[in-house]
């Protein structure tokens, strides 16, 4: 277990759903850190009470791999995450300490309202291929097992999870604040997998060799036994009567994924220009499913980090998404049938290798050899890109190493829990400011039309890709 | 740091990966040389299914329970963008009917075995996750005579490899779900008793048994076979004119094997308890256990397996060796032929040329033969026989037996002659 502080405790917090409540916990319990709030810019936190623990604030799929692979000794994280992490490595070094009383919904698999798939029993009994979509796709892989689905694929997505039923997959294990939740995303809950309660979680090697006694008694009066979830029952009767908007959207022939995120506004921007009207798409909507005015074009709004693989399983025809994200997908699968087809020009971004400015490392030959020498032992590896940072490393003949996957804000994780990072940057001063300097552009992106090579072939449907693509290439033109 | 220590290897063999030294292959020939010598003997054909196989194959049919399921090594493919994940093989007898299904039904009946390895993870490291087994599997074999033909085979191969400690413990599967299905519990609570089984802990039934009411006396005594023969499964039936179909007719066939294995003077035991992982086993199950209780082979009837995966419906059983535990029964004895080796002390072109041909002389003549120009340390001990070619001319050679330590100088047939004898 390398990289924990050699005197201090490690503690990693978690950002998003359970910060506030986790931070009250905290300062009830008497371990309270400074500036553990939504407001902090700081990633690094120190405790107000005892001299030797210190604390980070991460993503919480980021602590559950963390934590386990002991670059914490302590967490605070979702039992979906630790599920997830153990659905896929039963070996992880991840100890379920305790349930803290703090809860946030409950993880479902659930269909969507308007499918044919209406009880549980209906899916055990199904015998097509049934699709399904899941941020969690180890728990969701282990479900299909559990429930001896005939046939089955898993597709794991970054988000948005919600918006793929009935048109993208027949089944979603996602999480959600309850039932209704999900009702009002067109969605029918068959099962409600397990609630969703934070966990306090440990490294096992910290657990079994360091004294964390003093930290941990401060929680031993709020642990508490998990609940069991139950099957939840479902009202009978068919599928709800097809609502307008989904009749018309599956009635359209070419489906268009558009991103949701930083990309949105310049997406936004070269529709208009291309003179591509979307409604909705602009602004603050929720709705995912849009009906331009083409009217054989059917848009649905979807993480562009997802987009790839989408394309390629025929989901949709057409993406915009970055190449960056085309380009990790078909390090993943270099068989894909996904085509680039126009360069949109907008979101430029570089994909660097990066590492401390302390590393007497300036290019990536020094880094081979610098790890050919024992430099570090293993390299490790935090990247947003697994398959194009593992990909560089193989190529290049670089040791001994380990990927290490994050889900944003990568350079937090840079001297200490990993040494080099393979993440995306705009301008480079993100980097700078973590002392941070880059040793190889590995990909230069930006954002582009992404493509289906089957809808290609589609004589029908190559007519009208061709169309989309001219008002879009005009548009790229007219900003030169 | 801990400088002063051995150097670090560069790069070591995976976690839970063995390597198999000359002394492990010499032990494994011999264990897959004396089982596929019998399954010759015995008619059945050699079949490779590939290692790689669809997960859903393993996850859609009930065919490995959900913790063994967790157990696998699966990966999404370079193709595997169409979401569909694929496994290193966790079992072998699934594969097998897979490709009898695909490619030879509906022939019937088919006798098959192979030797493969098969992939199991396993959290310590210190175990094998990749392990062999010897299988073979009678397709369209009859229950009771299909039966007792694989016990027979596997205990053919034990005979052959000499192993006379090596015991068989011979159970039903049937017998045990029947019985599950007489107790007066609700489904879910059966379902419940059968996992546990399955992962080896019979607590619960053993509880469940003890509690039963006065009519289903025949209960109880089912769970303490151990060690005993068949007429005492004569004894349970008599006791049990109450019991369902399906109880009856798994105990009848029970005693049928037992019978038979009896009057061939097979020798076995019978222990309910020899049941483990019976997911797809619906009859007869055996197993066999070293002198030391370890787990060395097993098998069993698996009627459902072949329909469930959209084949006709044909009865099935086979068994399998495992490989790995069965090597540790076995010492690293060369039950081959005498080695030669064949050196010169001369280097020179026309000297090797000569020591080559003197080599490839005794090959043809069916003996080994290792070449050592100048001959070195390597050369003792080893070889049974030392042949020193003097210079490129020379019509004689001179033949040390390193057994005896007699030396002669005779011509090159003369020596070939003597060592391949």
């Not at chain 1, 919480?60 to 997830?84: A, M």
């Not at chain 1, 996904?338 to 030959?365: C, H, I, N, Q, W």
């Not at chain 2, 607590?203 to 109880?220: F, I």
Request: charged fraction near 25%; hydrophobic fraction near 40%; aromatic fraction near 8%.
């Amino acid at each position: 277990m390398q990289a924990i502080g050699p005197d201090g405790i490690r503690f990693a917090l978690p950002k998003g759903r359970f910060l506030s409540s986790a931070s009250e916990l905290l300062d009830a319990a008497g371990v309270s850190f400074e500036d553990y709030s939504s407001k902090t810019r700081q990633y690094r936190l120190l405790s107000s009470r005892f001299e030797s623990l210190s604390a980070k604030i991460l993503q919480e799929k980021d602590i559950s791999v963390h934590v386990s692979v002991g670059n914490y000794d302590l967490g605070i994280c979702g039992r979906d995450w630790v599920r997830e992490m153990k659905a896929r490595y039963p070996a992880a070094a991840l100890v379920e300490v305790g349930s803290l009383p703090l809860r946030e919904g409950a993880v479902y698999l659930a269909t969507s309202a308007y499918s044919d798939l209406t009880c549980l029993e209906e899916v055990k009994r199904s015998n097509r291929t049934l699709h399904l979509v899941s941020e969690y796709p180890g728990v969701a892989t282990l479900l299909a097992a559990e429930l001896r689905l005939k046939r089955f694929r898993v597709f794991p997505v970054w988000g948005a999870a919600g918006a793929y039923p009935p048109e993208s997959a027949d089944l979603v294990v996602m999480w959600a604040g309850d039932e209704r939740d999900l009702v009002s995303q067109g969605l029918r809950p068959l099962k409600k997998l397990f609630e969703v309660d934070a966990m306090l979680v440990a490294n096992s090697g910290s657990l079994s060799a360091r004294d964390m006694s003093e930290v941990l008694a401060c929680f031993s009066g709020r642990l508490e036994v998990a609940r069991n979830a139950g099957d939840v029952p479902v009202a009978d009767g068919g599928g709800l009567p097809q609502s307008g908007l989904l009749t018309a959207w599956q009635s359209r022939e070419i489906r268009l994924a558009l991103p949701d995120g930083h990309q949105k506004t310049p997406a936004v921007e070269l529709l208009e220009r291309a003179g591509l009207d979307v409604p909705g798409y602009a602004g603050k909507t929720s709705e995912r499913r849009l009906l331009p005015g083409i009217d054989w074009l059917a848009v649905k709004v979807i993480r562009p980090q997802d987009m790839p693989l989408q394309v390629a399983s025929g989901h949709f025809d057409l993406a915009v998404t970055g190449q960056d994200w085309l380009h990790e997908h078909l390090c993943a699968f270099p068989s894909s049938p996904v085509v680039e087809l126009l360069d949109l020009g907008f979101g430029k971004v570089r994909v660097v290798a990066a590492l401390s400015e302390d590393v007497p490392v300036s290019t990536t030959e020094e880094l081979s050899r610098f790890v050919a020498r024992g430099g570090f032992r293993p390299l490790r590896v935090a990247s947003e890109y697994t398959n194009i940072a593992d990909r560089y490393l193989r190529d290049n003949h670089i040791g001994a190493y380990k990927v290490m996957p994050t889900w944003g804000a990568s350079e937090a994780f840079l001297p200490d829990d990993a040494d080099l990072l393979v993440d995306n940057t705009q301008t480079g001063k993100t980097l700078v400011e973590n002392r941070l300097k880059i040793i190889e552009v590995i990909l230069r992106s930006s954002a582009c039309l992404i493509a289906n090579a089957e809808s290609l072939r589609a004589p029908s449907k190559k007519a009208k890709i061709d169309e989309l693509r001219a008002m879009l290439a005009g548009a790229v033109n007219e900003t030169g | 740091m801990d400088t002063q220590s051995e150097p670090q290897l560069l790069h070591g063999k995976c976690r839970g990966m063995r390597d198999m030294l000359p002394g492990d292959m010499l032990r494994f020939r011999r264990v897959e040389d004396a089982f596929v010598d019998a399954c010759r003997a015995y008619g059945y054909e050699e079949v490779k299914p590939p290692t790689i196989e669809y997960l859903q194959l393993f996850t859609a049919l009930g065919t490995l329970t959900p913790a063994m399921v967790g157990r696998v090594y699966s990966f999404l493919d370079w193709d595997g963008w169409s979401g569909e994940r694929v496994v290193l093989r966790p079992d072998s007898t699934i594969p097998v009917a897979r490709l009898y299904v695909e490619n030879l039904a509906p022939r019937s009946p088919v006798r098959l075995f192979y030797v493969t390895n098969s992939f199991v993870f396993e959290e310590t490291g210190r175990k094998n996750r990749e392990r062999w087994q010897c299988g073979a599997e009678f397709i369209g074999g009859a229950p009771v005579v299909a039966d007792v033909e694989i016990v027979l085979l596997a205990s053919d191969v034990i005979a052959r490899l000499g192993l006379e400690d090596v015991r068989f413990q011979v159970c039903h599967a049937g017998l045990l779900k029947a019985l599950i299905d007489e107790l007066d519990l609700s489904a879910q609570d059966k379902e419940h008793l059968v996992e546990s089984v399955l992962e080896g802990d019979w607590r619960g039934l053993e509880a469940a048994v003890a509690g039963v009411a006065d009519r289903k006396r025949y209960l109880p005594p089912l769970l303490s076979l151990k060690g005993v023969s068949s007429g005492y499964l004569q004894n349970v039936r008599a006791l049990s004119a109450g019991a369902g179909p399906e109880f009856r007719r798994a105990l009848d066939q029970f005693i049928e094997v037992s019978s038979l294995l009896d009057e061939l003077e097979c020798s076995y035991e019978i222990d309910i308890t020899a049941v483990r992982s019976f997911e797809y086993y619906t009859g007869i199950c055996f197993q066999l256990v070293s002198s030391a209780g370890e787990k060395v082979g097993g098998g069993g009837r698996y009627d459902d397996l072949i329909p469930l995966m959209g084949g006709p419906n044909i009865p099935a059983c086979g068994f399998a060796l495992y490989v790995d535990q069965m090597m540790l029964l076995l010492d690293g004895r060369d039950g081959g032929t005498a080695r030669a080796a064949v050196v010169c002390d001369d280097s020179s072109a026309g000297a090797v040329r000569r020591t080559l041909e003197v080599a490839r002389a005794v090959r043809a003549a069916g003996g080994v033969a290792s070449v050592g120009i100048k001959r070195g340390p390597e050369f003792t001990g080893r070889f049974r026989w030392v042949l020193r070619v003097a210079s490129e001319t020379a019509e004689t050679v001179e033949l040390t037996d390193s057994e005896t330590r007699e030396q002669v100088t005779c011509s090159i047939a003369e020596a070939v002659e003597r060592l391949v004898s």
